[in-house]
């Protein structure tokens, strides 16, 4: 079993910063996929970012060139740099991690709210 612990959630003004944070724990492989995903009221949960174990990224479009996602592998800590935000960044955002057979592990989120 893995453990997915966030912080580092809050309200900001548009055009501001947060970091979002991430710390896993449990059986973790060395092989895996750490990331982020975010759910608005009313809306499915969509990806944001993930990072992979060699140190690989991938953004949605909606938030390149503002979002920067790092991993501590050695702690199994992933982090979310979170720039430029907008009122439609506001969502709940979950921590997951992905390993083995495609087994996914998830946070239990922390509340992002960005006003305009």
């Known amino acids: 079993q893995v453990q997915l612990v966030e912080s580092g959630g809050g309200l900001v003004q548009a055009g501001g910063s947060l970091r979002l944070s991430c710390a896993a724990s449990?059986?973790?492989?060395?092989?895996?996929?750490m990331g982020w995903s975010q759910q608005a009221p009313g809306w499915q949960r969509e990806w944001v970012a993930f990072i992979r174990s060699d140190g690989s990224t991938t953004y949605a479009d909606s938030v390149k060139g503002r979002f920067a996602i790092s991993r501590d592998s050695a702690r199994n800590v992933v982090a979310l740099q979170m720039n430029s935000l907008k009122p439609e960044d506001t969502a709940v955002y979950y921590c997951y991690l992905r390993q083995g057979a495609g087994t996914t592990y998830w946070g239990q989120g922390t509340q992002v709210t960005v006003s305009s």
């Open positions: 449990g059986s973790i492989f060395s092989i895996n996929v």
